[in-house]
C-alpha cells in the first residue's frame, strides 16, 4: 500500500510539473507571437522608411559635419549642444509617438483587432505584449544610428571608443527609458481617445517644450525633466549642468520606470472594458 501511494504521489507531482512545463511553454508562444507580430507591422510598413531617416538624423548630422571637416567638431558639441534639443526633444518624442499610437487605435480602425481577440489570449496580455514588440521596434530604430555617431564623432576628434563612454551611456539610457515613458503614454492615450495622434503631437511637442521654462515643480509633471536630470548627473561635462532640478539619477529613473509601468497598467484597465465588433 506503502509503494502504491508514492507511485500515485509521484504520478501526481509529475503531472503538476508537466503541466506546469506546457503552460509556462504555452505563455512563452503567446508573448512570440503577438510580440513578432507587432515587430513585424512596425517595422514591416512603408512608414518605417520615414522613421528610419528620422532616427538616422544623429548619424546623417555626425557624418555630415565629418565631411565637410568642422574644425570645432567634436563629442561635446555634437552630443549635448546639439542633440539635447534634435534628438531628445524631437526624435526620439516623434518616433515613440507614431509607432506606439498605431499599436492598438489602427487595429481598432482597421477592424482588424477582434481577428486577434478570437484567439485563446487575454486582453491584458495582447496590450503587454504589443508594447513589448513596441520597445524592441522603437530601440531598433534608435539605438544603432545613436551608437555609430558617437563612432564618428569620436573617430573624427582621432579619440578612441571608450573615451567619453559617459556622453554615450547617458543618450542610451534616456533612449531606453525615454522610449517605455513616452511609449506608454502615447499607448494609453491611443485607448482613451479616437485621434491620439493629435493629442500626442500637442503633449510631446507642445508641453513637452514649454514645461522646462515653468518655474517650481510643474516641470516635474513631464517626462523630459527626469531625462534632462539622467543627462545632466550621468555625463561629465554637459551643457545641462545649470539645469535646474533636486532629484538624483536614481531617483529620476525610478520614477520613470514607475511611470511606464503604471501607464502600461491604466492602458490595461481601459482596454479591458472596450468592446470590439467585427465589422460585416
Same mark, same amino acid.
Given at each position: 500500500m506503502a509503494s502504491k501511494a508514492r507511485t500515485i504521489a509521484s504520478t501526481r507531482s509529475s503531472d503538476i510539473w508537466w503541466g506546469d512545463r506546457t503552460g509556462l511553454a504555452?505563455?512563452?508562444?503567446?508573448?512570440?507571437?503577438?510580440?513578432?507580430?507587432?515587430?513585424?507591422?512596425?517595422?514591416?510598413?512603408?512608414?518605417?522608411?520615414?522613421m528610419a531617416l528620422l532616427s538616422a538624423v544623429p548619424l546623417i548630422l555626425a557624418?555630415?559635419?565629418?565631411?565637410?571637416?568642422?574644425?570645432?567638431?567634436?563629442?561635446?558639441?555634437?552630443?549635448?549642444?546639439?542633440?539635447?534639443?534634435?534628438?531628445?526633444?524631437?526624435?526620439?518624442?516623434f518616433v515613440t509617438l507614431v509607432n506606439a499610437t498605431s499599436l492598438?487605435?489602427?487595429?481598432?480602425?482597421?477592424?482588424?483587432?477582434p481577428f486577434l481577440l478570437t484567439r485563446p489570449i487575454s486582453k491584458p496580455a495582447i496590450?503587454?505584449?504589443?508594447?513589448?514588440?513596441?520597445?524592441?521596434?522603437?530601440?531598433?530604430?534608435? +539605438? @544603432?544610428? !545613436?551608437? /555609430?555617431a558617437y563612432g564618428v564623432t569620436e573617430a573624427y576628434g582621432g579619440l578612441s571608443f571608450t573615451t567619453d563612454?559617459?556622453?554615450?551611456?547617458?543618450f542610451l539610457l534616456v533612449t531606453v527609458l525615454g522610449s517605455a515613458a513616452y511609449g506608454g503614454l502615447f499607448l494609453f492615450i491611443s485607448v482613451l481617445v479616437r485621434k491620439p495622434l493629435a493629442v500626442g503631437l500637442l503633449i510631446g511637442f507642445v508641453w513637452e517644450s514649454i514645461v522646462g521654462s515653468i518655474p517650481?515643480? +510643474? @516641470?516635474? !509633471?513631464? /517626462?523630459?525633466?527626469?531625462?534632462?536630470t539622467i543627462l545632466k548627473g550621468t555625463i561629465t561635462v554637459s551643457p545641462l549642468a545649470g539645469y535646474r532640478t533636486d532629484l538624483s539619477v536614481?531617483?529620476?529613473?525610478?520614477?520613470?520606470?514607475?511611470?511606464?509601468?503604471?501607464?502600461?497598467?491604466?492602458?490595461i484597465a481601459v482596454f479591458q472594458q472596450m468592446e470590439f465588433r467585427q465589422k460585416a
Amino acid at each position: 500500500m506503502a509503494s502504491k501511494a508514492r507511485t500515485i504521489a509521484s504520478t501526481r507531482s509529475s503531472d503538476i510539473w508537466w503541466g506546469d512545463r506546457t503552460g509556462l511553454a504555452e505563455a512563452v508562444r503567446k508573448v512570440w507571437v503577438v510580440t513578432g507580430l507587432t515587430l513585424r507591422y512596425l517595422l514591416g510598413t512603408r512608414r518605417i522608411i520615414a522613421m528610419a531617416l528620422l532616427s538616422a538624423v544623429p548619424l546623417i548630422l555626425a557624418v555630415g559635419l565629418a565631411a565637410a571637416r568642422v574644425a570645432s567638431f567634436d563629442v561635446l558639441q555634437l552630443f549635448q549642444a546639439v542633440m539635447v534639443p534634435l534628438f531628445l526633444q524631437v526624435v526620439l518624442i516623434f518616433v515613440t509617438l507614431v509607432n506606439a499610437t498605431s499599436l492598438i487605435r489602427e487595429e481598432i480602425d482597421d477592424n482588424t483587432l477582434p481577428f486577434l481577440l478570437t484567439r485563446p489570449i487575454s486582453k491584458p496580455a495582447i496590450a503587454t505584449y504589443k508594447y513589448l514588440g513596441y520597445l524592441a521596434a522603437v530601440l531598433i530604430l534608435l +539605438v @544603432p544610428p !545613436l551608437v /555609430v555617431a558617437y563612432g564618428v564623432t569620436e573617430a573624427y576628434g582621432g579619440l578612441s571608443f571608450t573615451t567619453d563612454l559617459d556622453v554615450l551611456g547617458g543618450f542610451l539610457l534616456v533612449t531606453v527609458l525615454g522610449s517605455a515613458a513616452y511609449g506608454g503614454l502615447f499607448l494609453f492615450i491611443s485607448v482613451l481617445v479616437r485621434k491620439p495622434l493629435a493629442v500626442g503631437l500637442l503633449i510631446g511637442f507642445v508641453w513637452e517644450s514649454i514645461v522646462g521654462s515653468i518655474p517650481g515643480d +510643474v @516641470p516635474k !509633471l513631464s /517626462v523630459i525633466h527626469y531625462l534632462r536630470t539622467i543627462l545632466k548627473g550621468t555625463i561629465t561635462v554637459s551643457p545641462l549642468a545649470g539645469y535646474r532640478t533636486d532629484l538624483s539619477v536614481a531617483t529620476a529613473v525610478g520614477i520613470l520606470i514607475a511611470f511606464s509601468i503604471a501607464m502600461v497598467i491604466l492602458t490595461i484597465a481601459v482596454f479591458q472594458q472596450m468592446e470590439f465588433r467585427q465589422k460585416a
